[in-house]
């Protein structure tokens, strides 16, 4: 099973329609990014991790998840060193949100001070990354077929459709030739165990370099399929029939009703910010 590839399962989300996880998807990603307050994230991310449960999502899936979060930590654990200014918080008492815990003044940049408002702007910031639990459960339960169908429908010009299914199909199949490459190096002895950084930069460049020459000629191959079949010369025609059951209306209706009172509520009373 590749990273980000469909997989057919025999679990409520994979039955429903491509175009109601479509709507579910932008929904979450949608609240997720204008949220700043984590007593709405949070019940966000739950709803996330419910779904891919119940898709059955691989669980080396969230590992992509855990390892994105703890890689951007530090960084944005920093820049929230510099999120102490009253005006940016708009719901948060201001003596709350700027209370110092801790402060020091760096040469060349200025004061930093780690506030409570800085960590939960951090958490935040941080949280967005749980947003591709609801890509996953999209990617794993719907045929790239059915996606591009969805496109197609949408009217998208042939080369937008062809360069998002390309993007679309490119990461598991890659993921795929990584996995052949490292199998067939560890065959012949290799590996990156080494405290010296120049020799584990040496040992990379035996694993990197079939990788770009495998990825040179997947584009070359792409290209001259795209030409045989002679992509652009006509217009594209959907090929599938969308049929909406009695769920499917009741899911995307409420995920759309969620979506816009969420986004009446921000904007008339700042509900979601901090």
């Known amino acids: 099973m590749s990273f980000l590839s469909y997989t057919y399962r025999d679990t409520p989300i994979h039955k429903l329609n491509a175009i109601t996880k479509l709507i579910v998807t932008i929904t979450g990603v949608t609240l997720g990014a204008i949220?700043?307050?984590?007593?709405?994230l949070i019940p966000l991310d739950l709803v996330g991790i419910c779904i891919c449960l119940i898709a059955k999502v691989p669980r080396?899936?969230?590992k992509i998840v855990a390892l994105a979060m703890g890689g951007a930590s530090p960084f944005i654990l920093f820049l929230?060193?510099?999120?102490?200014?009253?005006?940016?918080f708009k719901v948060l008492d201001p003596e709350f949100a700027t209370y110092t815990i801790y402060g020091i003044t760096l040469p060349l940049i200025g004061t930093a001070k780690l506030t409570y408002g800085g960590l939960i702007w951090a958490f935040a910031i941080i949280n967005r990354f749980a947003l591709l639990l609801f890509f996953f459960s999209f990617m794993y339960t719907t045929p790239m077929s059915e996606v591009a169908d969805i496109l197609k429908k949408l009217k998208l010009p042939a080369g937008a459709v062809f360069v998002f299914m390309t993007a679309y199909k490119f990461i598991p199949y890659m993921s795929i030739i990584i996995d052949k490459i490292t199998s067939a190096q560890k065959l012949r002895g290799w590996e990156v165990k080494?405290?010296?950084?120049?020799?584990?930069?040496?040992?990379?460049?035996?694993?990197?370099?079939p990788v770009i020459q495998r990825t040179s000629l997947i584009i070359d191959e792409i290209s001259a399929a795209a030409e045989?079949?002679?992509?652009?010369s006509r217009k594209l025609t959907p090929i599938m029939r969308f049929k909406m059951r009695l769920i499917d209306y009741i899911v995307s209706i409420s995920a759309l009703i969620v979506l816009g009172v969420a986004l009446?509520?921000?904007a008339r009373y700042n509900v979601g910010l901090i």
């Not at 584990?200 to 370099?209: A, C």
């Open 60 to 62: 080396s899936w969230y």
């Open 264 to 266: 009446y509520l921000l």
């Open 194 to 209: 080494s405290r010296n950084p120049i020799k584990r930069g040496k040992k990379l460049v035996t694993f990197i370099n």
């Open 35 to 40: 949220w700043f307050n984590p007593i709405f």
């Open 80 to 88: 929230s060193l510099f999120q102490h200014n009253p005006a940016l």
């Open 228 to 232: 045989i079949r002679g992509f652009g």
